[in-house]
């Protein structure tokens, strides 16, 4: 029996992150809402091409084909177009084989209010005032940074990257060294070392997304064959000592990930070029950057990191 919503781990996406919207905002930003509404009717048959969270969300899609009795994974389109303007949108998730069917069109609105209503452990646009209203009322939102689209139909795993702090954990360690210093970090951690931290934004997401890894750890332990979907990774400036209470925060959550890399401070792309994640969510814009400009990136505009 597939679950219900409340049971799923849903993930509420904006067109401008699914889709390539550039050509569409041109028109809009240009010539005014009538002609943009126009150019839509003109346009409804034309695909739109796949956005920076395209090859995510198609992999995300994907766990619900591995596991069709529960249908653990839900994507809804929360949008700030009109019904009627967003006729091109799903006509384009059509086009592409997306099994999305539950959508909100708020005609100018921000959606960010809609976030709880559908369970939503993920809130993904381009639109940064959306993103930072959604953080600002505690829910899980990120905004997906311009990168080119790289979607390998020959790879079918999903590979999700997080930062820890002010990502994972709240940014109350983070505080303390921009207050301080490194060592006064590194000394409050160690200290600490015990203690889990407090949940961040997107604790919950992460917590689904091992519940998910356990689902195919039984279908796994049923079939030799299968071929696992998803895999999870940790890339933090953290190193030792301070790297013993990210472990006890995992564990005390009982919760994992398949990779887990501790810097010090080295740059992050040296990582994530090798790895390859299809998303990676950090709170800092400074660690967002990577030189072939192919990584898709989202960033957490949470905490300390983000205070003018």
């Given at each position: 029996?597939?679950?219900?919503?409340?049971?799923?781990?849903?993930?509420?996406?904006?067109?401008?992150?699914?889709?390539?919207?550039?050509?569409?905002?041109?028109?809009?930003r240009e010539r005014g809402e009538k002609?943009?509404?126009?150019?839509?009717?003109?346009?409804?048959?034309?695909?739109?091409?796949?956005?920076?969270?395209?090859?995510?969300?198609?992999?995300?899609?994907?766990?619900?084909?591995?596991?069709?009795?529960?249908?653990?994974?839900?994507?809804?389109?929360?949008?700030?177009?009109?019904?009627?303007?967003?006729?091109?949108?799903?006509?384009?998730?059509?086009?592409?084989?997306?099994?999305?069917?539950?959508?909100?069109?708020?005609?100018?609105?921000?959606?960010?209010?809609?976030?709880?209503?559908?369970?939503?452990?993920?809130?993904?646009?381009?639109?940064?005032?959306?993103?930072?209203?959604?953080?600002?009322?505690?829910?899980?939102?990120?905004?997906?940074?311009?990168?080119?689209?790289?979607?390998?139909?020959?790879?079918?795993?999903?590979?999700?990257?997080?930062?820890?702090?002010?990502?994972?954990?709240?940014?109350?360690?983070?505080?303390?060294?921009?207050?301080?210093?490194?060592?006064?970090?590194?000394?409050?951690?160690?200290?600490?070392?015990?203690i889990p931290h407090t949940p961040g934004?997107?604790?919950?997401?992460?917590?689904?997304?091992?519940?998910?890894?356990?689902?195919?750890?039984?279908?796994?332990?049923?079939?030799?064959?299968?071929?696992?979907?998803?895999?999870?990774?940790?890339?933090?400036?953290?190193?030792?000592?301070?790297?013993?209470?990210?472990?006890?925060?995992?564990?005390?959550?009982?919760?994992?990930?398949?990779?887990?890399?501790?810097?010090?401070?080295?740059?992050?792309?040296?990582?994530?070029?090798?790895?390859?994640?299809?998303?990676?969510?950090?709170?800092?814009?400074?660690?967002?950057?990577?030189?072939?400009?192919?990584?898709?990136?989202?960033?957490?505009?949470?905490?300390?990191?983000?205070?003018?």
């Amino acid at each position: 029996m597939s679950y219900p919503i409340e049971q799923k781990l849903v993930i509420a996406v904006a067109s401008s992150a699914l889709f390539d919207l550039s050509e569409s905002d041109r028109v809009f930003r240009e010539r005014g809402e009538k002609v943009y509404r126009d150019y839509q009717q003109q346009h409804l048959n034309d695909p739109l091409d796949k956005g920076v969270a395209f090859p995510f969300v198609r992999r995300f899609l994907s766990i619900n084909q591995r596991f069709a009795a529960e249908s653990p994974v839900e994507v809804v389109l929360l949008s700030r177009n009109s019904a009627i303007t967003g006729k091109r949108v799903f006509n384009s998730i059509a086009h592409h084989g997306l099994n999305i069917t539950r959508a909100a069109f708020l005609e100018g609105k921000s959606p960010y209010a809609y976030i709880p209503a559908f369970n939503a452990s993920l809130f993904l646009s381009a639109n940064e005032a959306d993103v930072l209203q959604a953080i600002d009322y505690g829910y899980p939102a990120g905004t997906v940074l311009p990168s080119h689209v790289v979607d390998d139909p020959e790879d079918a795993e999903l590979r999700i990257a997080f930062d820890f702090d002010g990502v994972i954990a709240d940014d109350a360690s983070e505080r303390v060294y921009k207050q301080g210093s490194l060592a006064d970090f590194v000394a409050h951690e160690t200290s600490r070392s015990h203690i889990p931290h407090t949940p961040g934004p997107l604790a919950d997401l992460f917590r689904k997304l091992s519940h998910l890894q356990r689902l195919e750890d039984r279908a796994m332990e049923t079939d030799p064959d299968y071929r696992r979907v998803l895999r999870t990774a940790i890339v933090t400036a953290r190193n030792a000592p301070s790297h013993e209470r990210v472990i006890t925060t995992l564990e005390h959550w009982g919760v994992n990930a398949n990779e887990v890399f501790f810097l010090g401070g080295m740059k992050k792309d040296r990582i994530l070029s090798i790895l390859k994640p299809h998303m990676f969510f950090d709170d800092q814009r400074s660690h967002l950057e990577s030189e072939a400009g192919d990584l898709p990136m989202v960033h957490i505009p949470f905490g300390v990191a983000n205070l003018l």
